[in-house]
């Protein structure tokens, strides 16, 4: 099983930056996605950025040049780093981990944490 812990959330006022962390334990290989995802009130999780299995950052449109997603050497640790924040980046914000192999990852084992709110006014 493995256990995700995210920080770095708050309120922010509006083009301000805020930097997200998420720190995976329990039975977290290396071989692991890990990413950052949004919720607003009755709408779905939606993805925001993160590194795939092989390494490679992906982000949304709406991250593209304002944010920036680095996972630590040790694979267990991802932050999310926000800049100019505005209004419409207020959501709960999830951290999702999703174990993989070689060539593919396996949606029934994929782990979420508690998420933590930001809020830009």
């Known amino acids: 099983h493995v256990q995700l812990v995210e920080s770095g959330g708050g309120s922010v006022q509006v083009g301000g930056s805020l930097r997200l962390s998420c720190v995976a334990s329990?039975?977290?290989?290396?071989?692991?996605?890990m990413g950052w995802y949004r919720q607003y009130p009755d709408k779905e999780r939606e993805g925001v950025a993160g590194?795939?299995?092989?390494?490679?950052?992906w982000y949304s449109d709406s991250a593209k040049g304002r944010f920036n997603v680095s996972q630590e050497e040790t694979k267990k640790t991802l932050h999310l780093q926000m800049h100019n924040l505005k209004p419409e980046d207020t959501a709960m914000y999830y951290c999702?981990?999703?174990?993989?192999?070689?060539?593919?990852?396996?949606?029934?084992?994929?782990?979420w944490g508690q998420g933590t709110q930001v809020t830009v006014s």
């Open positions: 999702r981990t999703r174990k993989c192999s070689a060539n593919m990852c396996y949606e029934t084992q994929t782990y």
């Open positions: 329990g039975n977290h290989a290396r071989v692991y996605s």
């Open positions: 590194i795939n299995y092989k390494g490679i950052a």
